[in-house]
């Protein structure tokens, strides 16, 4: 069934950190896997490609020192149509370094400051494009549909530095809003606006209160939300030769701003906030009739202040912060008091009033904050969730929503998600009802390898 092809280059390293260790270990071989095995019946509108990104080192790296944000990025696919799953295959995003640890040859093409990355974190479809993305300074990767790398992309010249992990992709017009960062420019970030064609129309320098890392966003239909957290860029870090020099600061404000969406205007209007990290919003939208906005986010109470190596500074909650838009303070409000992170919703909704969200149950694991079996449903409306328990010793991924077609209504589809199971070296894509999480899967695809724990993926629907 398919082909495998070994790339590992040296032991894999898993002695003391434990992003080395379970299903955070590497997988060592691209595989190509044809008619895969499918429980259950897979929905015949589901037609396109699940697609998830996270590091995977291409080379056993030292675990005294390794982070798990700085893995190559190694991207794994699911391809479905008529009811069928028609393959799986992994392949690690070919970087100048990648390339030269597996013996092939650089592919060429622009690279920010000198930095180019195997892109880890995430991987989006624009423009009928194929795009592996990072943060803090580097470009994206242009993937084939197959996912054989074509070569670092600055958007055909019109993106003029790095670019972010967390586009927010505008329903309406589909268009690409990002705030992205990288230490070379200061306490300034790019507010940049990529168009349907794949192409800047819009980009301005903003400044924070410092050399902060910004790893999400999230828009209104009036503003873009910056996030200004205690998570700053060490010098004396970088000097030392840590590949991700950002740590805690005790003695800066955390704050929240709101920059005019589609202005070139570089004015913000700051908001304080309690001290905290934000990776990931679940969504906002404008408050009816004022100047504010809701938004909801994943908190985490502190972000590398001891641990330096992956996220360990106590488990993350739901959150709703009520922005005024004057200048007042945020008014913080717990919807939820579980540990979760990965928020997502029906993206239809996305900068708008919506119903729907979903998250990842998440705990303690040995001094890591690391998923579990738990998928959350959150109803807004109605004030309630729901939670689905996979098998005991499962862990399982960022839960990514499919609409049963782009007329139905919030939350009408399917919700798929990767799991693992522990101690196994396969893993198994769900696809679930989004509105009975809980019930019978619609249908399990069995995957040929593990799909080791990583950062983001979304669906790619094949053109009509």
Known sequence: NGQSRPRWRGKIAVATNPYLMGNFAPVVTEVTAANLTVIGSLPVELRGRFLRNGPNPVKAPDPSTYHWFTGDGMVHGIHLSEGKADWYRNRWVRSAEVAQALGEAVHPGPVHEGMDFASNTNVIGHAGRTFAIVEAGALPYELTDELETIGPCDFDGSLAGGYTAHPKRDPQSGELYAV?????????????????????????????????????????????????????????????????????????????????????????????VDPCYVFHTMNAYDTEGGDGIVLDVARHPSMFRTVLNGPAEGLPTLERWHVDGLGGPVKEERLDDRGQEFPRIDERQLGRPYRIGYSVSVRDQGGIVGTESGLIRHDHLANTTEVRHFRSGATIGEAVFVPRSETSQEGDGWVMTLVHQAGTDNSDLYILNAQDICGEPQAIVHLPQRVPAGFHGNWIPDPD
């Open 180 to 272: 992205s960062y990288y230490w070379g420019w200061g306490n300034d970030v790019e507010v940049t606006i990529l168009d349907a064609q794949s192409r800047v129309r819009s980009s301005r320098r903003v400044t924070l209160g410092g050399p902060v890392s910004v790893h999400d966003t999230a828009i209104t239909e009036k503003w873009i939300v910056l996030l200004d957290l205690p998570v700053l860029f060490d010098l004396e870090m970088a000097g030392a030769g840590a590949r991700f020099p950002y740590h805690w600061a005790d003695d800066y404000p955390a704050r929240v701003g709101l920059l005019a969406r589609d202005s070139e205007s570089t004015d913000v209007v700051w908001h304080e």
